[in-house]
Structure formats: C-alpha cells, structure tokens
C-alpha cells in the first residue's frame, strides 16, 4: 500500500487556541488537495510551549473546553477528507496535566491517546538565570504506555520530544505493531547549542529509532521564534532505511509530504530480521566474568 503523508510544521502559536486552529485548517485542505490521508502536528500545537518558563497555572494552557473545541474542528476535517490526524495538545485530567498526542482516524473519531512518557528537565529554574526546561513541574508523566492506534488501514504509534531520544521507545512501539511512528517535538536552541547542531541531534535519534526498527518516522515540529525562544524545525520524513525523505524548507507554518510505501517497508523489516532475531533475554545488566 502507497499513500501520502505530511508532517505538519508550524511557527509560533497565535494568541489563543482558537486562532492557532484557525491556521491549522486550512493547512488540512492544502493537505487533502495534495491527496494526503495521515498529518502529524508538532508537540503542544494547539499553545505556546510554556514548559521553559514559571507559571502560576498551568492549566490556563490546558482548558478543556479550548481543548474540545479544536479537537472537534480538526476531527471535522479528518472526517470530510478521509484523513487521519495525530495532533499533540495539552492535556487537563483529575490527575493533572498531560503532554499528549490524540489520534484520529479517517472517520474523525478520535480512537486514542498517546501520553508523554519521558518528561525532561527540572522543577524549578535554575538559579543561574539560564533558559531551563521545566516539564517536570507541568507534567504527569505518562500513563498509557507505548499505545498503537488503528487510523483504518494504518497502525500509529506516537513518541512526543523527548520520547524522540530514548531507543527503547520505537522498539515498544514496533513490538506493539505500529506501521509508522509519529513524532511531535518543540526542541529549542539552548545553551552552546546552534541550530545546526540541535538539529543534528534530533535528526539523528529519530533516523536511528527508524532503521532500528524498519519504520517510517513523521516528525513535526514547532520553527521560529516564540516568547523570545528559538525552535529547530527541520519537519520531516524518514524512511524504513534510516535515510531522510523530505525535510522543511523554511521556519514557519508548512506541509512537508512524501509518498509512504509500506510494501517497501515490509521488505526492509523481511530483511533485517530485527522482530524474529531479537535476543531479550541478553539484554540485561551482568557482571563481567
């Protein structure tokens, strides 16, 4: 089976949730027009990235009502265009709040929920004044697990930023039976970093995570400049072989597609054997004898 697939990037959020979905959807036809059936959106599309800065509510980012709201306009589109979309939001529960991933099928029902599951960073800034993550102060580390999706015919796993680092989160999603990981991330430029060498990591990870496990990866990301912050961008496509297909071209809101073959991607998997050689029971600490 061949099909289209974009990965969704996006510049700065808007002012409000409602104005970023305003530019979300139209971004969804230009999908569709270009027959596109499976979009990915950046981690925390729906918001700025409030997880470098001290807060008093968090959740002022997570209104449920906000949250539905886009969630319904954008299952709209799923639905009129036959498309599946896996779009990250901030999560409000009882329990607190989740970086999360909701996935929806062609049909715009929403058929599941990734949430974060490796939170970076710390509790509070660091006394030195100098940019530091703070998710661990926003967010409940995720509960759901490696979860795969049916979007009808395709199987979705998601990984959402830092997720995108660890190789033991592709391989669950492979062992669970995803057919593509989706990847959502706001990865800025810190420290002694530079752009290119912020990319370089992240790219590195996921076309790692991708020949490992003889996957494709959509990954969306947030570009540009936001709250005085600068994002990577660099969307993009990466094959069953670990190599890039198609990468963003700017540092603003835009569709990057590429064709998804997943015959080829099974002949891959045929050939490197990674699912019936695998050794688990190796993989384990032992003492050198």
């Not at 700025?48 to 997570?62: C, I, S």
């Not at 990866?217 to 990466?238: D, F, H, P, Q, T």
């Not at 069953?240 to 835009?254: C, N, S, Y």
């Amino acid at each position: 089976m061949t099909f289209f697939a974009a990965a969704l990037q996006l510049g700065p959020a808007s002012r409000s949730i409602e104005a970023t979905v305003s530019r979300i959807l139209p971004l969804l036809d230009q999908a569709a027009e270009q027959q596109v059936r499976l979009v990915v959106l950046p981690e925390l599309a729906l918001t700025p990235y409030f997880g470098a800065t001290v807060h008093d509510r968090a959740e002022l980012y997570a209104a449920k009502a906000d949250n539905d709201a886009a969630i319904a306009a954008v299952s709209a589109k799923a639905k009129a265009h036959g498309m599946a979309i896996v779009l990250p939001f901030a999560e409000l529960t009882g329990q607190g709040v989740y970086n999360s991933m909701a996935f929806i099928d062609k049909s715009g029902r929403h058929v599941g929920t990734f949430r974060k599951v490796h939170i970076p960073g710390f509790v509070e800034p660091k006394p030195s004044g100098e940019v530091t993550i703070l998710e661990k102060r926003y967010f409940a580390p995720g509960d759901l697990g490696f979860g795969v999706y049916d979007t009808d015919p395709i199987k979705l796993g998601g990984l959402i930023c830092y997720d995108r680092r660890f190789p033991e989160a592709y391989r669950s999603l492979a062992l669970n039976g995803a057919d593509i990981v989706c990847v959502g991330y706001n990865t800025p430029v810190m420290g002694s970093n530079t752009l290119s060498s912020a990319r370089r990591a992240s790219e590195l990870a996921m076309c790692g995570g991708a020949y490992s496990n003889g996957t494709y990866v959509i990954a969306a990301g947030k570009a540009g400049v936001e709250n005085g912050m600068r994002y990577i961008g660099g969307s993009l496509i990466i094959g069953p072989d670990g190599a890039i297909i198609k990468k963003a071209k700017t540092m603003t809101d835009e569709l990057v597609v590429a064709e998804i073959d997943l015959e080829r991607q099974a002949s891959i998997r045929e050939r490197w054997g990674f699912d019936v050689n695998r050794k688990p029971d190796e993989y384990v600490m032992r003492a050198a004898v």
